[in-house]
């Protein structure tokens, strides 16, 4: 993306039906940015057996793989079947193999591909059973791990370029005068309740 050439001095804030392809280029690229925050979080863990580590890194995977796995539900964000089409044979396999972890170990846990028990009984020194017991093995992380990052970076590229195409076409077709004359300096007012923790900048910026 182009770095500013000039000092912003006022926004006006946009509204309308013609904006909606901006507003879902720009989820997308927000959710691109949340992933990596994630995996880059994860990848600050040790890899070990501790209880904590172990938990925490397995929850920021699964939050990755979850957001990567909304960018491909339906709506407009099927537009990107483009990108998958155009992905090499190993590259969708790997992509294939996040969605399906996706679908069958995280999103719906319950399924046996994301928990192996295995249930026995337990005598005492006269063979009298005591009562069962069932040790779980849960899908924790995956082995052999797909390689997410390089999806998201790859996938980033091709959203930022539509969103530069969709902003530089919704300027095209700006009122100047009306943007103008409802400007004002300072920041953009914030929703209530909401904390503002990104901005995403077109052709025009730079990332925040």
């Excluded at 901006?22 to 880059?40: E, G, K």
Aim: proline share 5%; aromatic share 8%.
């Amino acid at each position: 993306m182009a770095q500013y050439r000039v000092i912003v001095n006022r926004r006006a804030v946009l509204t309308g039906p013609e904006l909606r392809h901006v507003q879902d280029y720009s989820s997308l690229h927000f959710d691109l940015w949340r992933i990596v925050q994630y995996l880059d979080l994860r990848d600050r863990l040790p890899v070990n057996d501790d209880g904590r580590d172990l938990f925490t890194r397995a929850a920021l995977w699964e939050a990755a793989v979850i957001t990567y796995g909304r960018l491909f539900s339906k709506g407009m964000r099927t537009q990107l079947d483009g990108w998958v089409k155009q992905l090499s044979r190993p590259e969708r396999d790997q992509h294939d193999q996040v969605i399906a972890m996706r679908n069958l170990d995280i999103a719906h846990y319950l399924k046996r591909t994301a928990l192996s028990s295995i249930i026995a009984v337990e005598f005492d020194e006269t063979d009298q059973p005591l009562g069962l017991v069932v040790e779980h093995y849960p899908f924790m992380e995956p082995t052999p791990e797909p390689d997410l990052r390089t999806l998201v970076v790859d996938l980033g590229a091709h959203v930022d370029a539509k969103l530069d195409q969709l902003a530089a076409r919704a300027v095209e077709q700006l009122d100047i005068g009306a943007c103008l004359a409802t400007a004002v300096k300072g920041p953009l007012p914030q929703p209530e309740h909401r904390t503002r923790v990104r901005q995403t900048y077109t052709s025009w910026g730079v990332e925040s």
